[in-house]
């Protein structure tokens, strides 16, 4: 096969690239690894900046969003009991969250591919990345077992963090920067009407998060040990849990019900760098992991996705390659950014094995620092609603 821009990976990354780029007569294929239904089962982030809203609304793949997503005019923090405010972004940048589905935004862009005859080849094995230091790059894979060549233009790596792209990057080329946090997060969701708002609370016990998908789909998330394992969170035990770390009226709202998806992450801070290296280009996982304290990772893999697309737009349409030269630099500036603002609402909202008191009057004047400063909440809500493109 030939194609303009071969795209490893079929998630969100890969997907909304391809989709993009086909809507301007850009060749692409998409090599998936996993089958469809398992690319959908996944349970992932929820809450959208809103440059990433303008991106799908451009893309084409906006209407169900806008039809069932849920706007919020910011995200809300409890802690000390009764203290609350709001990461107001509404009233300090003009600009709402959108609550809308990982899940079903990869639908939505499925949807979108098979409608324009798209191709995205799922279930293939054994890719591998060649020649990409050339200007012949080309990529190989096992589909039904019969080994296949791809020769293209252009790599995009959107396989994630435990894809094969960035590990194509030569060891004295990519430079990788790591922060691993001592918990991680223990999430449910439930067929249960959710709160109103989407709350982080800040506790002894440790961080919580009431969070949602629709109005009859609840996601919420508390702060575990590492090695927790489900097997020792029964349902009751969770929705205890989770009750005890929110202020009484608020925890009294929370309607309880069985869980239908029920899972443990690790939290973890990663960059790689540089995103680009000859013809291969990373975007999305495969180049960054944030903690999601800060609903980031989605929201950077649309910003360079937003990126990329422009930059290759702008190569095969006026033959001007300056953006693509710049891709990694300009993607590293937002990624960057939103790196820190996530480890920063982790420092501040966790219960650390090592926090002494001092730490934790520290969380505490920062949390009322915000609460009483406009200048403080401005500072965080313009980062927290999307840094611009
Ligand atoms: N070959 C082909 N496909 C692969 C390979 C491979 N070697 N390795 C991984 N993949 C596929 C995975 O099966 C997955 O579907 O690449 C896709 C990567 O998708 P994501 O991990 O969802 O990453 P991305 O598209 O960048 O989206 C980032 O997803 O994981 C969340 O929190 C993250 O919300 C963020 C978003
Ligand atoms: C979610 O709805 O899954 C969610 C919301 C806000 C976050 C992280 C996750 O910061």
Redesign the pocket.
């Known amino acids: 096969m030939r194609t303009q821009v071969a795209i490893?990976?079929?998630?969100?990354?890969?997907?909304?690239l391809s989709h993009i780029l086909h809507r301007s007569d850009i060749d692409c294929v998409v090599?998936?690894?996993?089958s469809r239904e398992?690319?959908l089962r996944?349970i992932?982030?929820g809450v959208l900046e809103w440059g990433s809203v303008e991106v799908l609304r451009a893309a084409g793949v906006g209407d169900r969003m806008d039809r069932e997503g849920h706007l919020h005019d910011g995200t809300g923090i409890v802690w000390s009991g009764s203290r609350h405010c709001l990461i107001d972004t509404k009233k300090f940048t003009g600009k709402p969250m959108m609550a809308y589905g990982?899940t079903a935004i990869?639908e939505d862009l499925y949807a979108a591919r098979d409608a324009m005859g798209g191709v995205v080849i799922d279930e293939?094995?054994?890719?591998g990345i060649h020649d990409i230091d050339g200007d012949t790059p080309f990529v190989t894979?096992r589909k039904n077992g019969d080994e296949q060549r791809i020769d293209c233009d252009y790599v995009a790596g959107?396989?994630?963090?435990?894809?094969?792209?960035r590990r194509t990057i030569p060891q004295d080329i990519i430079r990788i920067y790591e922060k691993e946090y001592p918990f991680g997060w223990l999430g449910i969701m439930s067929e249960t009407p959710p709160l109103d708002e989407i709350v982080y609370a800040n506790h002894p016990r440790g961080f919580a998060l009431a969070s949602q998908r629709n109005p009859m789909l609840s996601r919420y998330y508390i702060q575990c040990e590492l090695d927790a394992d489900l097997k020792d969170w029964p349902d009751d035990r969770f929705w205890d849990e989770l009750k005890a770390r929110f202020p009484t009226e608020m925890a009294d709202r929370i309607v309880t019900g069985p869980s239908i998806e029920k899972s443990i992450a690790p939290l973890r801070s990663f960059v790689a760098e540089p995103m680009s290296y000859g013809r291969l280009h990373l975007?999305?996982?495969?180049?960054h992991?944030?903690p999601?304290t800060g609903a980031k990772?989605?929201?950077?893999?649309i910003s360079?996705v937003h990126y990329l697309s422009s930059a290759l737009i702008a190569l095969y349409r006026d033959g001007d390659a300056k953006l693509l030269e710049q891709y990694s630099a300009t993607a590293l500036k937002r990624v960057w950014g939103a790196a820190r603002l996530s480890w920063y609402l982790t420092t501040l909202l966790h219960r650390f094995p090592d926090q002494g008191p001092f730490d934790l009057r520290m969380q505490e004047d920062e949390l009322e620092y915000l609460a009483r400063s406009e200048s403080a909440m401005r500072n965080l809500c313009e980062q927290y609603v999307g840094l611009p493109f």
């Open positions: 490893i990976g079929g998630g969100p990354a890969g997907l909304l090599l998936e690894r996993r398992y690319v996944r992932r982030a990982q990869t293939v094995d054994d890719v894979f959107c396989d994630g963090f435990r894809g094969i792209s975007a999305g996982d495969s180049a992991i944030v999601p990772g989605l929201n950077l893999a360079d």
